[in-house]
């Protein structure tokens, strides 16, 4: 399975941006898809993620009211809308996606058993 991930880029304070990510490879059937971000110097965080077939939609405190997670319009395909953007949510940005049922928390990274390349977004003050 291949999780590859665009639509970053640059952009003001208060713009917008939406990201993709799409899921190739063997025959794909996601139970979950999550995105994370990484900004220079700092640990991975969870941003937003969705349990596929009931469409449960989970967010961090930080981007609550501003991002939004849902399915393509594609087969396998996943869509992060990023709107008001900060300074602060720079960062390269990462999908995942899991394919069977875990007792982990859906927030948590090893939660994951696939991860895209990453998607640089910088947002300018």
């Known amino acids: 399975v291949q999780l590859q991930a665009s639509g970053g880029g640059l952009v003001q304070a208060g713009g917008s941006l939406r990201l993709s990510c799409a899921a190739s490879g063997r025959t794909f059937s996601s139970t979950a898809m999550g995105w994370f971000r990484q900004a220079p110097g700092k640990e991975r965080e969870f941003v937003a993620a969705i349990w596929w077939s009931e469409g449960s939609t989970y967010y961090a405190d930080s981007v609550k009211g501003r991002f939004t997670i849902s399915r393509g319009d594609t087969e396998n395909t996943m869509v992060l809308q990023l709107n008001s953007l900060k300074p602060e949510d720079t960062a390269v940005y990462y999908c995942?996606?899991?394919?069977?049922?875990?007792?982990?928390?859906?927030?948590?990274?090893?939660?994951?058993?696939?991860w895209g390349q990453g998607t640089l977004v910088t947002v300018s003050s």
């Open positions: 995942a996606a899991q394919v069977s049922r875990t007792p982990i928390m859906i927030t948590r990274a090893t939660f994951y058993a696939y």
